[in-house]
C-alpha cells in the first residue's frame, strides 16, 4: 500500500458519542427508583445500567412496561466473572424494545454464594439462559421455574467459565 | 459363518471361503453415520448427486446399529455423548468397523477444552482416521476405500492354537 | 370378532401376552363399554436420530400418540467454544465461529468480527460492505437449501433433498474459490477481507444467481400444493407472536408468527441500509409459514445480491486502520516500521481498549450476537455468544404441546436449528 503512515503511539477511543444520561431508560430509573442504580455508563453508543442485585426484579419490570420504554425482548442473559472483585459474577442482561427500537445493557454484581432473582418470570427467554449461567458459571437464580445444567452432564462437578477453571478440565475422558 | 470361522488351518477352503466373504463384507458395508457436528454435513455430501460415492459401492446409509456395519463417527465426540456413542458401537454386530472422519473424532480436533473427548479410540476402536476439519467428501471416501482394502486381508482361518469356544472373526 | 376370541393366538413375546390381557381385563372397545385405562409413556427420541439435524435429544411424554410435554436435553455437542475465546486473539478466534454455525459460517465469522470492529471502532471500507453483503446472502441462500432439503426430507420427500443439494453445491463451489474451504470458511478478519474475490468469481455468481429462480420454482411445483405435505405442515406448531416474543424467538421463525423483526433493517449493517429488499411475514406461525416465509427469504436474497453486484465499487476490502489490519506487501517490503507492524500482529495481535461491545447480525437461524468483553488485552475478556437457535429451540416446548410424534419431527426441522450453535 503506497503512502503507509506508520501508526505511533497509543490509540484512545472516541468520545461515547451517547450521553448516557439523556437515555429515555435512565431518566425514567432516576426518577422512579433512584436508589436502585449503582452507576450509569456507555461505550461507544450503548449504554450500561449497573443496578443492585436486590432491585433488580423491580427494575426489570418497569422497564417492560412502562410506556416508552417497552423492553418486551430479552435478547441476552449471561455472566462475567471478575474474581478479583468482591462481588465477582456479573450478570449481563441486553434488552431490546421491539417498537421502539432501542437496546439497553443491564448489569448486577452478585458475589459467590449470593442468589440473585430470575427474571424468568417477565421474560421468558431467561428461562434457559439462566440455566446456562448456572451451569457454567454456579450463580443461583431464586424463584427459577427449574434450575438445572443445561449444557453439562447433570452429574458435573465444578464451572468451567469460571476464571479458575482450567480449560483442558480436570482429567480425559478415560480417567 | 460362525461355525466354520477360527475351525481350519490356512487352506485352499479357507482361501476360497475368504474371498467369498471379503467379497460380500467389501462391497455391501452399510455406514451408520453418527453424525455430530460439521463433518456430518460433508458426510451428507457424500451420498449427494454431485459426488454419489455410497450407491456405487453398495452402500446404504442406515441410522440404526442393528443394520449397519461400519460405524462412521463425524463430528465432535463430547464426555457427555461418550457413553451413548459406546452404547450404539456395542449394540452394533459383528463383523464391524469403525471409522472415525475429521480431526475432532481423531484426536479431539481444535477443542482442547474440559468437555471434549480428545480422540474417539478413548472409546471405541477405530479401524481408519480420516484427517479434515471437515474432509473433503472425496477423503472422507477414500478413508472407506481404505478400509475396503483392509477387509480383503482379513482371514476366518486359524492361525493360533485351536480355540475352547467359538470366537469373532479374526483381524 | 370380539377381542375374547383373540386372546387364543399365540403371542410372540411376552409383552404381547400382557399387552393382550391388559387389553381383555380393561375392555377397550363399543362392545364393553368400560374406559381404558392409560398411562403417560417417556419417549426418548435419542441424541443419534436422523431427524434431529444434530445431536438433540427431546423427551417426549406421550398420552397415547399425543404429547403433553417436549424436553429438549441439550449440551452433546457442548465444547467450550466460549472458553476458548478467552485464551486466543481476536483474529485467532475467527475459525471457531465457524464451527459453531457450521451451516451458514459466514454469518458466524461476520458476526464475532462486526463485534471486534465494533469495540475496535474500525471503519471498514465500502466494497468489503457489499462484499459482506453478497456472501452472507449467499450463505443464507446455502444455509436454506439445506434446511429445505433435510426438513422436507424428515416429512418423507427425499428428492427435494437431492435437489436443493445439488444447488448448494454451486453456492459451496463459490465459497471455494473465494476462501479454499467449502463449510468452515474462516473468511473474515478484523477489518474485512484478507483478500479480495478472485477473476472469474463474479461471471460464475452470475451464472449462479441466473439458474436460481428456476430451481426455486422446481421445488415450488413438488411441494406448494403437494397435499400430503400441507397435510403435514398446515396447522402444525402454531405460536403466537406474544408468545414469540416472550420466548426471544428470532429469525424466521418469529417472522412466521408476523412479527417484522430483522436485523438487517432494524441494526442495518454491512451495506444493507443501501440496497433494496423486503421482509417477508407470515400469519399463522405455524410449520407451513415459517416454510413460506424461508423460500421467499431465498427470493430476496437473489435480488439482494443482485444489487450488491450492480453496485459493488472497486478499492481495498481491508480497512486502513493500521491497528487491526496488516500492511500490504508494498509497505512490507519497503518500510521497517510496515514489516515490525505485521511482525506484532501476526505474533501476538493488537490490543482492544477496555469496554463491552453487542453486536448483532441476521443468520439465517435468527439474531446471531457477540458480546464482547475486553480488559485491555489482546484476547477477549468475555466472548459471549448469543446464539440464535439455542434461544429458538426453547420455544419447542411450547409449539409442539398437543401435537403428535410425527408433528415434533416437523416442527423441530421447520425452527431450523443447528446443534454447534445451540451447545456451543
Known amino acids: 500500500m503506497a503512502g ?50 436486590e432491585h433488580l426484579l423491580e427494575v426489570c419490570t418497569l422497564l417492560r412496561d412502562t410506556p416508552g420504554l417497552e423492553y418486551d425482548f430479552l435478547t441476552d442473559l449471561t455472566a462475567v466473572d471478575y474474581p478479583s472483585r468482591a462481588k465477582r459474577f456479573d450478570v449481563v442482561i441486553h434488552l431490546y424494545s421491539m417498537s421502539q427500537n432501542h437496546m439497553l445493557r443491564v448489569k448486577a ?12 418470570g417477565i421474560w421468558k427467554a431467561a428461562n434457559w439462559e439462566e440455566r446456562e449461567t448456572f451451569d457454567m458459571f454456579g450463580i443461583v437464580f431464586a424463584g427459577h421455574p427449574d434450575l438445572r445444567r443445561i449444557l453439562l452432564a447433570e452429574d458435573w462437578e465444578g464451572y468451567p467459565l469460571r476464571k479458575d477453571y482450567p480449560l483442558l478440565g480436570y482429567g480425559t475422558y478415560t480417567s | 459363518m460362525g461355525l466354520i470361522v477360527n475351525r481350519f488351518r490356512p487352506s485352499v ?16 458395508m452399510w455406514p451408520l453415520i453418527l453424525g455430530t457436528a460439521c463433518c456430518a454435513i460433508e458426510m451428507m455430501a457424500v451420498g449427494i448427486s454431485r459426488f454419489d460415492m455410497l450407491e456405487r459401492f453398495g452402500m446404504l446409509y442406515r441410522f440404526s446399529p ?27 454386530s459383528e463383523p464391524k468397523w469403525c471409522i472415525a472422519v475429521g480431526n475432532c473424532a481423531s484426536a479431539g480436533g481444535p477443542f482442547p477444552t474440559y468437555a471434549v473427548v480428545q480422540g474417539i479410540d478413548e472409546v471405541v476402536p477405530v479401524d481408519i482416521y480420516v484427517p479434515g476439519c471437515p474432509p473433503n467428501p472425496e477423503a472422507i471416501f477414500y478413508g472407506i476405500l481404505k478400509l475396503q482394502e483392509i477387509v480383503q486381508t482379513q482371514t476366518i482361518a486359524r492361525t493360533g492354537p485351536k480355540p475352547e469356544k467359538k470366537q469373532a472373526l479374526k483381524r | 370378532m370380539a377381542i375374547e376370541d383373540q386372546v387364543d393366538l399365540v403371542p410372540d413375546s411376552n409383552e404381547g401376552t400382557k399387552l393382550t390381557q391388559a387389553v381383555v381385563q380393561t375392555g377397550v372397545g363399543p362392545t364393553t363399554g368400560l374406559t381404558p385405562q392409560t398411562e403417560d409413556m417417556m419417549l426418548n427420541l435419542g441424541p443419534s436420530h436422523p431427524s434431529t439435524h444434530g445431536v438433540l435429544r427431546v423427551l417426549l411424554e406421550l398420552d397415547g400418540e399425543v404429547i403433553r410435554k417436549a424436553i429438549p436435553d441439550l ?66 441462500l446455502a444455509s436454506h437449501l439445506l434446511w429445505l432439503g433435510t426438513h422436507v426430507m424428515d416429512l418423507g420427500a427425499i428428492t427435494v433433498f437431492l435437489f436443493s443439494m445439488r444447488e448448494r453445491e454451486a453456492i459451496l463451489d463459490l465459497l471455494e474459490m473465494q476462501t479454499g474451504a467449502r463449510l468452515t470458511l474462516n473468511a473474515q478478519r478484523v477489518g474485512g477481507f484478507p483478500k479480495d474475490i478472485p477473476p472469474g468469481f463474479l461471471e460464475k455468481l452470475k451464472v449462479f444467481v441466473d439458474s436460481m429462480p428456476g430451481h426455486l420454482q422446481e421445488y415450488d411445483s413438488l411441494l406448494a400444493e403437494n397435499p400430503i405435505f400441507l397435510r403435514r405442515v398446515k396447522g402444525v406448531g402454531v405460536i403466537s407472536a406474544e408468545d414469540a416474543i416472550q420466548w426471544g424467538l428470532t429469525g424466521p421463525s418469529l417472522r412466521g408468527s408476523g412479527v417484522a423483526y430483522d436485523v438487517r433493517k432494524a441494526h442495518p449493517y454491512a451495506a444493507y ?69 505485521h511482525f506484532i500482529l501476526a505474533i501476538h495481535g493488537f490490543k482492544a481498549p477496555v469496554g463491552e461491545y453487542y453486536s448483532a447480525v441476521e443468520s439465517p437461524k435468527g439474531e446471531l450476537g457477540w458480546y464482547i468483553v475486553s480488559n485491555g488485552e489482546n484476547h477477549p475478556y468475555r466472548a459471549r455468544c448469543r446464539a440464535a437457535s439455542f434461544v429458538n429451540l426453547q420455544s419447542l416446548p411450547v409449539m409442539s404441546g398437543g401435537s403428535m410424534i410425527s408433528d415434533v419431527i416437523a416442527i423441530i426441522g421447520s425452527i431450523d436449528i443447528v446443534l454447534g450453535e445451540v451447545d456451543r
Request: hydrophobic fraction near 40%; charge should be negative; proline fraction near 5%.
Open chain 3, 273 to 341: 441500509d443501501r440496497l433494496d429488499f423486503e421482509v417477508p411475514i407470515g400469519t399463522h406461525g405455524d410449520v407451513y409459514d415459517r416454510f413460506l416465509v424461508r423460500m421467499e427469504e431465498m427470493r430476496q436474497s437473489l435480488k439482494l445480491i443482485q444489487q450488491a453486484v450492480d453496485q459493488l465499487p472497486g478499492g481495498p476490502v481491508m480497512t486502513g486502520d493500521m491497528r487491526v489490519a496488516l500492511p500490504g506487501k508494498e509497505a512490507l517490503m519497503t518500510s521497517i516500521e510496515a514489516m515490525q507492524r
Open chain 3, 75 to 140: 449440551g452433546y455437542l457442548h465444547r467450550g467454544v466460549e472458553k476458548i475465546g478467552e485464551y486466543r486473539q481476536y483474529n485467532q478466534f475467527v475459525p471457531w465461529t465457524d464451527r459453531m454455525d457450521y451451516v451458514a459460517a459466514f454469518t458466524s465469522n461476520l458476526a464475532f468480527v462486526q463485534a471486534v470492529e465494533g469495540l475496535m471502532g474500525v471503519e471498514i471500507p465500502e466494497r468489503a460492505l457489499y462484499l459482506r453483503v453478497i456472501f452472507s446472502e449467499l450463505q443464507r
Open chain 1, 4 to 53: 503507509y503512515v506508520p501508526f505511533k503511539g497509543s490509540y484512545t477511543p472516541p468520545a461515547a458519542g451517547v450521553d448516557p444520561e439523556q437515555n429515555p431508560a435512565v431518566l425514567k430509573l432516576r426518577e422512579a427508583m433512584p436508589g436502585a442504580i449503582e452507576e450509569v455508563s456507555a461505550f461507544r453508543d450503548q449504554v450500561s445500567i449497573r443496578v443492585f442485585k
Open chain 2, 13 to 28: 477352503v479357507t482361501t476360497t471361503a475368504d474371498f467369498l466373504f471379503n467379497w460380500a463384507h467389501r462391497y455391501s
Open chain 2, 66 to 92: 442393528r443394520q449397519s456395519d461400519v460405524m462412521l463417527v463425524c463430528g465432535t465426540v463430547t464426555k457427555k455423548f461418550a457413553p451413548v456413542m459406546r452404547t450404539i458401537w456395542d449394540q452394533m
Open chain 1, 109 to 120: 454484581a452478585v458475589g459467590d454464594g449470593e442468589t440473585i432473582d430470575s427474571v424468568a
